[in-house]
């Protein structure tokens, strides 16, 4: 077998090992994708109820409290940064990464210190590698969010709010996290989670309504106090979920393109080896001829 | 009469939602009774048992935990962080 030949055999069987593996992933994406949308859905109406909660008193009441009021100077903003604990899915984590990158430019330039908070190892690898310091770090089990995680880094990003700026304190909160549109189109949306910016799901009243008298129980203070890291965690894992959701979408689609991509390698190697094959053949027979005809002409 | 359109969510999923005449929860306060015509209420829930008498006479129990009640326009919604029905 000619140097040329072999050369091409060796790289249809290494394209041929690649798309085994990379259609595996698409297969395993494609499957976990619906378990990962169902969960997304099944955490909309806790979200969605918590939401519209803290909606609601920060539209009809006039209590002070820190979830409603904004802070007069702003002097440290947090970033939660939602990543992937794997690659191998496409643009998927340098567009979050990207996105943080303008959130913390913009806030930088208003004057504000930025501090972060990392979830997923792929957010981790990239601050690590740069050499940036970063609040906290949570790695592992980003493919299948658990509520706890959700409640830990609530926890650690409510508490930091509570403190008072000059002890290090944060005075905003934002997260940036991949939102499935699509199983095609997953954008990376930054919200600021607090102080409380976007009502969702509950309409402007108008004018003319008359609002609801709310009565609280215990007090006004006691339930905003305790609706505070449930609204933050409620918003947290709901960020987890669409980011899992996203990065299977965002995989499955990565692992397509390559292994369409292997198939296309395969088919021009197959080619090119089938030529240098032919050319092989040719050549012998040539050689065979021109050898015979030496002969003959020889006696 | 009118009735109460209730739903109970946990964390990760609806439990149920329905529509009911009565429904008794246990607030840090004690427990409170809310019948159709509630005053819009927002509520801590206390570790405990969540009770609704559905529209069709049956009864609901569900354990809740770390959570809280609205009650709005006859909408109650009771949100808590862990929850199951017994």
Sequence with gaps: MGAQLRVYRQKISSAKTTKKITRAMELISASRIQKAKQRVAASGPYSRAVTRAVSAVATFSNVD??????????ERAAVVIFSSDRGLAG?????????AGELAARLEGEGKEVVYYLVGRKAAGYFAFRKRDAEQIWTGGTDSPEFE??????????????????????DEIHIVYNRLVSMLLQVPEVVRLLPLEIVEGVEAPDEKDVLPLYEFEPEVDKVLDALLPVYIESRIFNAMLQSAA??????????????????????????????????????QISEIVGGADALSSAK | MAVLAVSVV???????????????????E????????????????AKGE??????????VTAIADNGFLSVENNTVTVVASTAELV
Excluded at chain 2, 31 to 44: D, R, S, V
Excluded at chain 2, 50 to 59: E, F, L, P
């Design chain 1, 65 to 74: 409290h820190v979830l409603t009021t904004e802070p007069e100077k702003v």
């Design chain 1, 91 to 99: 643009a998927f984590n340098s567009n979050v990464l990207r996105e």
């Design chain 1, 149 to 170: 995680i959700a409640k830990e880094i609530g926890d650690a990003v409510v508490s930091k709010f509570l403190q008072p700026a000059s002890e290090g304190g944060v």
């Design chain 1, 246 to 283: 996203a990065k299977h979408a965002a995989t499955q689609k990565a692992m397509k393109s390559a292994s369409d991509n292997a198939d296309k390698l395969i088919n021009d190697y197959t080619r090119l080896a089938n030529n240098a094959r032919q050319s092989e053949i040719t050549q």
């Design chain 2, 10 to 28: 946990s964390a990760d999923q609806e439990l149920w939602s329905g529509e009911a005449t009565q429904l008794i929860a246990r607030t840090t």
């Design chain 2, 30 to 45: 004690g427990e409170i009774g809310i019948l159709p015509g509630h005053e819009p209420l927002l509520a801590i829930l």
């Design chain 2, 50 to 59: 969540v009770r609704v008498s559905t529209a069709d006479g049956q009864t």
